[in-house]
């Protein structure tokens, strides 16, 4: 068996265009060579969201170097790269179609094998890289696009326990910002501006809190902000702090709920497992509250909390490099060369669809 395998990785699915070169060793040891992103955050700022054309012209724009400079950080050259793995879903499906096809192309030219990677288990493993967690954990992606509580039994073996019916969580704080005139993107906006709030001024809903199923609904706590915003507007900057406090304060709550019962199930189907844990994942996992409110209920329910560092929380090629390293290395076969992109693919087959999912380009 080679020593190790090293593969390059390509991700396109929203607004972040990324190549990374990633190895692993035969006894599963990561080493991340390079790592490049480039953010399209300012192209999309004006726009107070992502939008999908000028987000697909903006990944064509920038690929190509991108992976030049990957390689060129990596000191590696294409003849020295195993394979090529690229997000071939859930996402924006023009994205999608800039980073799969130039994948397909270098795979081509270079006789290389083609890993097609869905988007969502490259979050899902890449607690693996980071903190070396063996299976079985429980994962919490909450992004732009997704608030999924997922069980990772094992590589390509996932089990969605909840989904959101309705906005993903890091929506529901861009449209809290957008609605209180606080900036794009609008979970930092909101969270600086909540730390000088009063977090019981406003008792915000909790949608879904006690249902046995674990799902998540966030629609309707934007409403009751524009609501409340509405009722007392004029707003005063000390209004948009409570309002902010007070909805971190029932996404906290609800969260706690949540995630609570997803711990208790994971305890009672995995009595063995002697040191279970809780990975989380998404640009919303910067929130200092979510965190403090997660490691908090780990604490309690003696899970170990994984909070990767942030920048392979949010939208990278290293997890998506890893999650092809992870299907060569359990001897899953390469993909054909007329696979096509997904904008939606649910990790579990076996999930029910629900309302919400997919709604905004199944962005994760
Ligand atoms: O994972 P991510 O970078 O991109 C995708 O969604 O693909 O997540 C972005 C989301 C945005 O909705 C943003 O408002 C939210 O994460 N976010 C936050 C914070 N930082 C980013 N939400 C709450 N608090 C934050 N500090
Ligand atoms: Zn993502």
């Not at 304060?249 to 002697?274: C, H, M, Q, Y």
């Not at 939208?315 to 390469?334: F, K, S, Y």
Request: glycine share 10%; charged share 20%.
């Amino acid at each position: 068996m080679a020593p190790f395998l090293r593969i390059l990785g390509i991700e396109t699915s929203c607004d972040e265009t990324a190549a990374a070169v990633v190895e692993r060793a035969a006894d599963g040891v990561p080493t991340v060579r390079s790592d490049v992103v480039l953010s399209q955050l300012e192209e999309h700022s004006a726009y107070g969201g992502v939008v999908p054309e000028i987000a697909a012209r903006a990944h064509v724009e920038a690929l190509d170097t991108l992976i030049d400079e990957a390689l060129k950080r990596a000191n590696v050259s294409l003849s020295e790269i195993d394979a090529i793995a690229a997000t071939s879903g859930p996402g924006l499906i023009g994205g999608l179609l800039v980073g799969l096809m130039t994948g397909k192309a270098i795979a081509k030219a270079s006789g290389k094998p083609l890993y097609a990677v869905n988007h969502l288990e490259g979050h899902a493993l890449t607690a693996r890289l980071t903190d070396g967690l063996s299976f079985p954990y429980l994962m919490l992606l909450v992004s732009g696009g997704h608030t999924q509580l997922i069980l990772v039994r094992g590589v390509g073996d996932y089990e969605r326990w909840g989904t959101t019916i309705d906005d993903a969580l890091g929506e529901a704080f861009d449209k809290t910002a957008k609605l209180l005139s606080l900036p794009y993107p609008g979970g930092p906006a909101v969270e600086r501006a909540a730390k000088s709030g009063n977090p019981e001024r406003f008792k915000f809903p909790r949608p879904l809190v006690g249902e046995a199923k674990l799902n998540f609904s966030f629609s309707g706590l934007k409403t009751a902000v524009r609501q409340a915003a509405t009722e007392i507007a004029p707003l005063s900057d000390q209004d948009v702090a409570d309002i902010c406090a007070s909805f971190q304060n029932a996404v906290s709550r609800t969260l706690k709920d949540r995630i609570g019962r997803g711990l208790e199930r994971f305890k009672t189907l995995f009595p063995d497992v002697a040191q279970p844990a809780l990975v989380v994942a998404g640009g919303v996992a910067a929130n200092l509250e979510v965190r403090g409110t997660l490691q908090a209920l780990c604490d309690k329910n003696r899970f170990r909390f994984v909070a990767p560092p942030l920048h392979l929380c949010t939208d990278n090629a290293v997890m998506i490099a890893w999650a092809g390293l992870e299907r060569m290395a359990t001897g899953v076969l390469p993909d054909e060369l007329d696979v096509q992109p997904r904008s939606r693919w649910p990790l579990d087959s076996n999930a029910e669809a629900l309302l919400g999912f997919g709604k905004r380009g199944a962005k994760a």
